[in-house]
């Protein structure tokens, strides 16, 4: 029987995590309401010092397509998302976006994301298929980012190629059959989570090739803490994953152990 179609992405909302991002998040707001007309932003602001949210205020005071939620404090990457996506589905929004604040993520990329997005229920962005590049990053740090994902692709199976990529479309239906209400992770092992989840529950999970550009003003987020949470997570998962699997396999040569003993 022919897959039935998906239905339309009527309503899409681009969701920006901001913390001290001020100088720029108005450029980025631009060149995703430039690029994509039709969708919504939304700045998910963690009570940025440098004053991003008053920022994001001034953007959403001046165009009814751009929105904020004010987060109480820093909470990480994956709190931010998961409060993204619950503020979308309350709305009825067909899909969200993940894109971050510091221009890494070209809006520029997005048309073709969502194009994709009519016959997924994830899309992401990728930097490590054929077509997708980075600039800017040092070696040290490509070989980083290259291991981590060959690791995860090893240790949990799938058949992804940027797990750890932070730049998506996630079909709104989609993110409530996979489940939220267990998912503790932060930074790049939230993105793991969610696509582990995603393949676990055969959603259809689609690549992208993109250019990722390192940022150019203001620092990254990423830290020890967060390169170890992930590490130690992933690696739970992994040995979880395989020992269930030498179990079943164990359990399914059973029968037929059995039947040569008769």
Same mark, same amino acid.
């Given at each position: 029987?022919?897959? !039935?179609?998906? *239905?339309?992405? &009527?309503?899409?909302?681009?969701?920006?995590? &901001?913390?001290?991002?001020?100088?720029?998040?108005?450029?980025? +707001? %631009?060149?995703?309401?430039?690029?994509?007309? %039709?969708?919504?932003?939304?700045?998910?602001?963690?009570?940025?010092?440098?004053? !991003?949210?008053?920022?994001?205020?001034?953007?959403?005071?001046?165009?009814?397509?751009?929105?904020?939620?004010?987060?109480?404090?820093?909470?990480?990457?994956?709190?931010?998302?998961?409060?993204?996506?619950?503020?979308?589905?309350? @709305?009825?929004?067909?899909? +969200?976006? %993940?894109?971050?604040?510091?221009?890494?993520?070209?809006?520029?990329?997005? *048309?073709?994301?969502?194009?994709?997005?009519?016959?997924?229920?994830?899309?992401?962005?990728?930097?490590?298929?054929?077509?997708?590049?980075?600039?800017?990053?040092?070696?040290?740090?490509?070989?980083?980012?290259?291991?981590?994902?060959?690791? !995860?692709? +090893?240790?949990?199976?799938?058949?992804?190629?940027?797990? $750890?990529?932070?730049? @998506?479309?996630? @079909? &709104?239906?989609?993110?409530?059959?996979?489940?939220?209400?267990?998912?503790?992770?932060?930074?790049?092992?939230?993105?793991?989570?969610?696509?582990? @989840?995603?393949?676990?529950?055969?959603? !259809?999970?689609?690549?992208?090739?993109? $250019?990722?550009?390192?940022?150019?003003?203001?620092?990254?987020?990423?830290?020890?803490?967060?390169?170890?949470?992930?590490?130690?997570?992933?690696? $739970?998962?992994?040995?979880?994953?395989?020992?269930?699997?030498?179990?079943?396999? +164990?359990?399914?040569?059973? *029968?037929?152990?059995?039947?040569? &003993?008769?």
């Amino acid at each position: 029987m022919p897959e !039935t179609p998906r *239905p339309a992405l &009527t309503r899409v909302a681009v969701l920006i995590p &901001t913390y001290n991002e001020a100088e720029n998040l108005a450029g980025v +707001v %631009e060149r995703v309401r430039s690029v994509t007309p %039709e969708v919504d932003v939304v700045v998910l602001d963690d009570n940025s010092p440098d004053g !991003t949210g008053e920022i994001a205020d001034r953007l959403a005071a001046a165009d009814d397509q751009v929105h904020v939620l004010h987060r109480p404090g820093k909470a990480g990457l994956g709190a931010a998302y998961l409060d993204g996506f619950q503020w979308a589905i309350d @709305r009825g929004y067909d899909a +969200v976006v %993940e894109m971050d604040a510091d221009g890494s993520h070209q809006p520029e990329h997005l *048309p073709a994301m969502l194009a994709a997005a009519a016959d997924a229920d994830l899309v992401i962005g990728s930097r490590w298929v054929r077509g997708g590049a980075i600039e800017n990053w040092p070696l040290h740090r490509k070989a980083l980012s290259v291991g981590g994902n060959v690791y !995860t692709k +090893v240790l949990l199976g799938m058949p992804v190629h940027d797990a $750890t990529a932070g730049y @998506r479309v996630y @079909r &709104t239906a989609a993110l409530q059959e996979i489940g939220l209400a267990d998912v503790a992770s932060q930074g790049y092992c939230f993105q793991v989570d969610l696509t582990w @989840r995603a393949v676990r529950k055969g959603l !259809t999970v689609v690549e992208v090739p993109i $250019t990722f550009v390192e940022r150019e003003i203001g620092h990254s987020k990423m830290s020890r803490d967060i390169m170890t949470e992930s590490l130690r997570r992933i690696t $739970t998962w992994g040995v979880g994953h395989r020992v269930r699997q030498a179990r079943s396999a +164990v359990a399914a040569a059973r *029968p037929q152990e059995k039947w040569h &003993t008769l």
